[in-house]
């Protein structure tokens, strides 16, 4: 009889679950928007037990669509937004506290005190990142410190910790698994990505007990099985990978040299570069791509806070447009940007600034300037962002990136595309799966299972949607991007450390 896979991918605005079937193509999926908690400037929360009933929810939901019942699920790969930290009790299964997002940016200054005291050099040598409140270990310590008696509970080990990848498995398992893979892991400024263990000196500077910590897996293999209750079957769950390193995976970017670059809430451009960790030079960022059969890839990563969320806002801010859609007609109303530009640092600034403290800012205005410029700006500034990116990539790898493959919500849009090409002066292919996370997570269960054979199979499976090459000349490339540098120079370090929730009290 024939079986599918499902896979769970939670992402920082909505979850998903996708069947897939052997040729890797889309039987059904459903999909649920979660509340985004903003408590202040700076701070982003979610709910974690909102985020695990609406996962379970539209697992349900894909199942039932597609007219198949649990047994025909041949196993469950999870994939999930990274660095968002939840702690929980052992016993009750319940949350201590808000889940923290990645995005939130409360521990700001106590990165600030960990760079004073000189510490940068040893994070960026054993965990491939540097110090910045985007990675989990700081808002673990943060939660550790600030919810009563959560430090006393944590020293008798009644709590356990984890990014959202953990707490599924643990929820999916009925507690029985606290796990996570290394690709999670190496997203948490806790794990030394080249011994492939927690790292007790890291551990000891934040403060933070190991007892509290899951057992690091592979990214494929057999983890455990669903409580029985949950989805009408035990089901096997064998693929994890933090939803980036999904995406690459679903790219079939799986030989060295390989580039994809996701345009969802953030924009991540992944390059792999294959058994080795590469340093970076240039303040990208070292990370573990996977680890299969014994074997750990890693890549190259340049994060970018705000990408799709600026559509969001010309939506829910500024009211310019009514879904994101529509700024692709609304952008291309206009022959240019008219000398306006964005900058959406609207929680900083990441790869390859690093700044905490930038803030959003729109530059060029004129009494000429419509919301057809804003809308064009907004746009723009995804290409722009991803270039400064690519560029310090060019420059850390030591071959040139050939094509860019790309995926995620806003790759949609087919001006962007066109114009990141252009901004890029590097063709920009996308492929007729965008649920390219989904499909990752999917492969890397798939495979622990033997429902695909091999990485090889898999590559063989991806196929080209559309393919978008550059058309601009040199000259407007280099003027366009040089405005967009003077626009990012004068949205950084806006926000002082005291304007925001950022403490270590
Ligand atoms: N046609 C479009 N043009 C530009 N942005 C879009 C378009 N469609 C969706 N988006 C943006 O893509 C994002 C959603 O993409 P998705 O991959 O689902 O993100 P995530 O996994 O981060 O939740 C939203 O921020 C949305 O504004
Ligand atoms: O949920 P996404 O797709 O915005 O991805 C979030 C990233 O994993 C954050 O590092």
């Not at 939670?10 to 890797?24: E, K, L, W, Y």
């Not at 910045?132 to 430090?151: E, I, M, N, Q």
């Not at 929820?171 to 290394?182: K, S, Y």
């Not at 994809?260 to 080795?276: D, E, H, I, S």
Request: with cysteine; hydrophobic share 40%.
């Amino acid at each position: 009889m024939m079986k599918y896979i499902l896979a769970l991918d939670q992402g920082t605005t909505s979850s998903r679950a996708i069947v897939f079937d052997q040729d890797g193509s889309i039987v059904s999926a459903a999909q649920k928007e979660f509340r985004q908690i903003f408590p202040q400037s700076g701070l982003v929360e979610h709910d974690a037990q909102e985020i695990w009933s609406n996962q379970l929810g539209v697992a349900q939901e894909a199942i039932t669509r597609a007219g198949l019942r649990a047994t025909d699920i041949a196993a469950i790969g999870i994939t999930n937004q990274r660095e968002t930290v939840v702690i929980w009790e052992r016993k009750s299964g319940r949350p201590i506290h808000n889940a923290i997002v990645w995005q939130d940016r409360r521990t700001a200054l106590l990165c600030d005190q960990l760079r004073a005291q000189g510490l940068e050099a040893l994070f960026v040598q054993k965990t491939g990142l540097l110090i910045d409140a985007y990675f989990s270990g700081t808002k673990a310590r943060w939660l550790l410190d600030h919810v009563p008696g959560a430090r006393e509970q944590a020293e008798r080990g009644e709590l356990a910790l984890g990014t959202i990848d953990s707490w599924l498995v643990y929820n999916l398992t009925g507690g029985e698994c606290h796990i996570t893979d290394a690709s999670n892991a190496s997203r948490t400024l806790l794990f030394n990505i080249h011994t492939g263990e927690w790292d007790d000196e890291l551990l000891r500077i934040l403060e933070i007990p190991r007892s509290l910590l899951p057992e690091v897996r592979p990214s494929s293999e057999v983890y455990g099985e669903t409580s029985p209750g949950l989805l009408g079957a035990r089901i096997p769950i064998a693929g994890m990978a933090g939803d980036q390193q999904a995406a690459t995976f679903g790219q079939a970017c799986v030989e060295k040299g390989m580039a994809k670059n996701t345009y969802g809430t953030g924009c991540f451009m992944l390059l792999n570069t294959g058994g080795q960790a590469v340093p970076s030079q240039h303040k990208l960022l070292t990370t573990v791509a996977w680890t299969i059969r014994g074997r750990t890839d890693y890549a190259l990563e340049g994060s970018i806070f705000v990408a799709g969320a600026v559509m969001q806002w010309l939506r829910d801010g500024l009211g310019i447009i009514r879904d994101s859609a529509e700024v692709e007609a609304l952008a291309a109303s206009v022959p240019d940007n008219g000398g306006v530009y964005l900058v959406p640092a609207f929680v900083g600034l990441g790869a390859p600034h690093w700044d905490s403290y930038a803030r959003g800012s729109i530059h060029g205005l004129s009494r000429g300037s419509t919301r057809a410029h804003i809308a064009r700006a907004a746009l723009e500034s995804v290409a722009y962002q991803t270039a400064d990116v690519l560029q310090a990539m060019q420059q850390d790898a030591a071959t040139p990136v050939r094509e860019l493959r790309v995926d995620g919500g806003a790759s949609r849009n087919d001006l962007l595309m066109q114009f990141q090409a252009d901004v890029l002066g590097v063709p920009v292919v996308r492929p007729q799966v965008t649920e390219t996370t989904a499909l990752g997570a999917a492969y890397l269960a798939g495979l622990a299972v033997g429902y695909w054979e091999s990485e090889q199979q898999i590559a063989r499976q991806w196929r080209e949607e559309r393919r978008f090459e550059p058309r601009m000349g040199e000259d407007e490339r280099e003027a366009l991007l040089s405005q967009w540098r003077r626009a990012v120079q004068r949205s950084t370090a806006w926000e002082r450390p005291d304007d925001q929730g950022a403490t270590t009290q």
